[in-house]
């Protein structure tokens, strides 16, 4: 089957770095993407990964690694303005999301 | 530029009526689909559209139809509802199937007593 793994929820203080992990089990892998949920929201697109490595985009950065199936978001000088859920998917025909992390952030 | 739009935003039913969901896209993409999203259980798919004329189901399609009337609008539709599809609606759409960038329209928050 198709799966995504995070954890449920992450607390950070403000100021500080945080990793919201991602692991997938699927039969085809085109890429890895992010997106953001407010608390009453919609999600939002905020990166993909389609190779290995690194992909920066101002204080976020996203990462993936195809041979361990393993991504991560990456969130630097958190503000609390980042207090929202995060969830990775994998786009194939269709989209398949994770179940979305709670970043929780403390002044 | 509207994006993806969605409407109703809040809807109340009571068990057994029925529902139609409108969705209707201006980015001329090619995929859609219909989530629900229930606390803690992420966003799951109901249904897509990878393209006009074409529809497949998703995780969770009991109890849901739809329509894909015309490369911008996506439908869905409860026959008859049930408190077990009280839940927050989102239709999305992408270039292609397997784009990288989903768009969200802005949600429906349905509740069935």
């Known amino acids: 089957g198709q799966s995504l793994e995070q954890p449920s929820e992450v607390t950070a203080v403000e100021g500080a770095i945080v990793q919201i992990n991602c692991t997938y089990q699927t039969s085809g892998f085109y890429g890895l993407s992010w997106y953001q949920q407010h608390d009453g929201g919609a999600p939002t697109f905020l990166s993909y990964n389609g190779l290995d490595g690194l992909e920066e985009t101002g204080r976020f950065s996203s990462f993936l690694s195809r041979s361990d199936s393993y991504g991560y978001l990456l969130l630097q000088e958190l503000q609390m303005k980042d207090s929202a859920s995060y969830f990775c998917?994998?786009?194939?025909?269709?989209?398949?999301f994770g179940k979305g992390t709670r970043l929780h952030i403390l002044p | 530029n509207a994006g993806v739009t969605q409407t109703p935003k809040f809807q109340v039913l009571k068990t057994g009526q029925s529902m139609t969901l409108q969705c209707a896209q201006d980015?001329?993409?090619?995929?859609m689909y219909w989530y629900r999203q229930d606390p803690g259980m992420g966003l799951r798919l109901i249904y897509y559209s990878a393209s006009e004329g074409t529809t497949d189901k998703g995780e969770v399609p009991n109890g849901y139809n739809v329509s894909r009337l015309n490369k911008r609008e996506f439908s869905l539709r409860l026959e008859s509802a049930a408190p077990s599809q009280t839940s927050v609606y989102f239709c999305?759409?992408?270039?292609?199937?397997?784009?990288?960038?989903?768009?969200f329209g802005q949600g429906t928050r349905l509740t069935v007593v």
């Open positions: 998917a994998y786009p194939l025909d269709k989209i398949i």
């Open positions: 980015m001329n993409h090619n995929s």
């Open positions: 999305a759409s992408t270039l292609t199937g397997g784009a990288a960038e989903a768009f």
